[in-house]
């Protein structure tokens, strides 16, 4: 099994920053591109960041030079520092990982459950 819990979020006033995290466990071999997307109410799932094994980062052009992800190799874990948040920020932040679980499958994407963020005076 394979499970990725995200943590971090919370109720924060605008222009406030707030970190999320999200770890990896269980039966990986490997984890490529990890991620993060976000969900309003009434609105689809859409993309934040994403990261590559590398380390090269994707941003949707609403958060850039706001938000900077990142992830640790080592510990199967993957970032998101938000600055300067705003109240369309507001949402659940899901993270997601592209993980392979045997040396002879391919890579599978998984999400963790959400995580609430709040944005507001």
């Known amino acids: 099994q394979v499970q990725l819990v995200a943590s971090g979020g919370g109720l924060v006033q605008p222009g406030g920053p707030l970190r999320l995290s999200c770890a990896a466990s269980g039966s990986i071999v490997g984890i490529n591109a990890m991620g993060w997307y976000r969900q309003a109410p009434g609105t689809q799932r859409e993309l934040v960041a994403t990261i590559s094994r590398g380390g090269s980062p994707n941003y949707a052009d609403s958060v850039k030079g706001r938000f900077a992800i990142a992830r640790d190799n080592a510990r199967n874990m993957v970032y998101l520092q938000m600055n300067s948040l705003e109240s369309e920020d507001t949402a659940v932040y899901y993270c997601?990982?592209?993980?392979?679980?045997?040396?002879?499958?391919?890579?599978?994407?998984?999400w963790g459950q959400g995580t609430q963020v709040t944005v507001s005076s």
């Open positions: 997601k990982a592209d993980i392979r679980r045997t040396p002879w499958t391919g890579y599978y994407p998984y």
